[in-house]
């Protein structure tokens, strides 16, 4: 049953009084009791299992997931996200010791850290897995004792409704708001003083969400994006690496942040793997993918005509078939790709997978760094040796040896990216220390 029945939010509410409310509230320091946190946390759960079904019929009207998928990669993503934190939150929370330097010792002083909430913070989430990427921050907001104001992607509008129908119905709303709208609403929150702003979506909006943050000092969590490359060694077991990629680049149709965006390789394993790849594609989706269940839609019409007009970047070697009616691009592979081609230029977000050939090692590690620093790096080697190379000769927010995406499952690694790819990260315990100020303590005593 949710515990808080009658929502106070007004629809008449300016983004200036939701803020000053929320601040209210986290200034009568009840969000900061571990039992408040604890119990949004239980609710938010509660949330999730009681209308995970409504959130899975907005999901599948929003960008044609299924249900299999939007529990696996969204509301059940979202329960482990809470259950991890419930689960260790008390000990996160214990004040950290730190020795205390020689010239104080004879003061019998002590020193410890213990985190603070931040206050009313901002999570403005995009449309690709428009659930988790808005209830994932708002876990660890929340955890670290602070009041939210969540604003969902109007690209996602069904499942937007449904977080601002349900979420007033489980969670304090004197202490979490939902601002749902594009542009103009969040340019009006934007100019609102938060404690911090956590922003996922591309990187042109990352910069207007930092500037306007610099005018009130907030700090800013950026999750971006940006092309995430695979390095295919010679001599690995090729079906294996085309199931794993043909998995992870097609799920939700190519929407995902940290999605395979191109892969490198040597001409010699190159046809091969192409190959491996088309039987990997009819493997997983069958003979026609705009029949099976499991394989989703570009999200809207402009998206469709930007990624159809990247489809003849190469020889075709499996896909290529499209209906805007529908919004359907076949899982698409394209060997023979130039590194200048149009595929090659901004993050591809959708179902086309470009194959590049290069040397080898030397070649691919020169490719990537002369290109932004990604949001994962992905690797499919038997040798230590290349593993090791690309680990210390390149940077991007993640690595995923032998398994593409499922890094940002595991709650005790932190998810975010560096340079264009983003700034600071969350999940677990990551995210306590993303919405918490480490405050740092020297207790001396008088005598
Ligand atoms: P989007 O269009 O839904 O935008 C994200 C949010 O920004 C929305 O809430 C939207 O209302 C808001 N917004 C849009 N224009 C704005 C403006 N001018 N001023 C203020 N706010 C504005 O999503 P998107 O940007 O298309 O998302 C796709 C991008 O996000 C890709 O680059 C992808 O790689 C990246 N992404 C990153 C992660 C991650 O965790 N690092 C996850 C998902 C997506």
Redesign the pocket.
């Known amino acids: 049953m949710p515990a808080t029945p009658t929502p106070t939010a007004t629809p008449t509410e300016t983004p200036a009084e939701l803020v000053a409310r929320l601040r209210a509230t986290f200034r009568t320091g009840r969000t900061k009791d571990l039992a408040w946190r604890t119990g949004q946390l239980e609710r938010l759960r509660a949330l999730l299992t009681e209308h995970g079904d409504d959130l899975a019929d907005a999901l599948r009207a929003d960008l044609g997931k299924s249900r299999r998928e939007a529990y696996r990669t969204e509301i059940d993503f979202t329960v482990r996200e809470i259950d991890h934190t419930l689960e260790h939150l008390a000990d996160w929370l214990r004040p950290e010791p730190a020795p205390v330097p020689p010239h104080l010792a004879p003061t019998g002083a002590t020193a410890h850290t213990v985190l603070d909430p931040l206050g009313v913070v901002l999570v403005?989430?995009?449309?690709?897995?428009?659930v988790q990427?808005l209830l994932a921050p708002v876990v660890g907001a929340l955890a670290s004792g602070n009041c939210v104001v969540v604003?969902?992607?109007?690209?996602?509008p069904a499942t937007s409704a449904a977080v601002a129908r349900l979420l007033p119905r489980y969670l304090d709303t004197e202490a979490v708001g939902v601002v749902e709208?594009?542009?103009e609403?969040?340019?009006a929150?934007?100019e609102q003083h938060f404690d911090h702003i956590f922003?996922?979506?591309?990187?042109?909006?990352g910069r207007?969400?930092m500037t306007?943050a610099a005018k009130h000092l907030t700090p800013v969590t950026?999750?971006?994006?940006?092309k995430s490359p695979v390095f295919v060694d010679r001599g690995t077991d090729l079906k294996a690496v085309a199931g794993r990629l043909a998995s992870g680049k097609f799920l939700n149709a190519g929407?995902?942040?940290?999605?395979p965006d191109y892969v490198l390789t040597d001409p010699e394993t190159a046809p091969a793997l192409a190959e491996a790849l088309a039987a990997a594609v009819e493997g997983l989706f069958g003979e026609d993918p705009a029949e099976h269940p499991e394989y989703g839609r570009i999200?809207n019409e402009r998206?469709f005509d930007r990624l159809t007009g990247l489809l003849d970047s190469g020889r075709t070697v499996t896909g290529g078939a499209h209906d805007r009616d529908t919004k359907y691009i076949a899982p698409t592979v394209l060997a023979d790709v130039a590194p200048d081609a149009p595929v090659m230029g901004e993050?591809i977000?959708g179902p086309i997978l470009p194959l590049v050939t290069v040397d080898g090692l030397d070649e691919a590690i020169g490719f990537i760094n002369d290109r932004d620093k990604p949001?994962a790096l992905y690797a499919f080697t038997d040798s230590t040796a290349v593993r090791d190379r690309l680990l210390a000769e390149t940077s991007s927010?993640g690595v995923g040896i032998g398994l593409p995406l499922a890094h940002?499952t595991v709650s005790d690694l932190p998810?975010?990216?560096v340079g264009e790819?983003?700034m600071g990260s969350y999940h677990g315990r990551y995210s306590l220390e993303t919405f918490s100020h480490r405050k740092a303590v020297l207790d001396t005593p008088l005598s």
């Not at 403005?124 to 428009?130: E, G, S, V």
């Not at 604003?151 to 996602?156: G, M, N, T, Y």
């Not at 922003?199 to 909006?205: D, K, L, Q």
């Open positions: 403005i989430a995009p449309w690709n897995y428009p990427l604003k969902p992607s109007e690209l996602a709208g594009a542009v609403e969040t340019t929150l934007l922003y996922t979506g591309n990187g042109t909006v207007i969400v306007a950026l999750e971006l994006g940006g929407q995902t942040c940290v999605a999200v998206h993050e977000f949001l927010g940002l998810f975010g990216g790819s983003g």
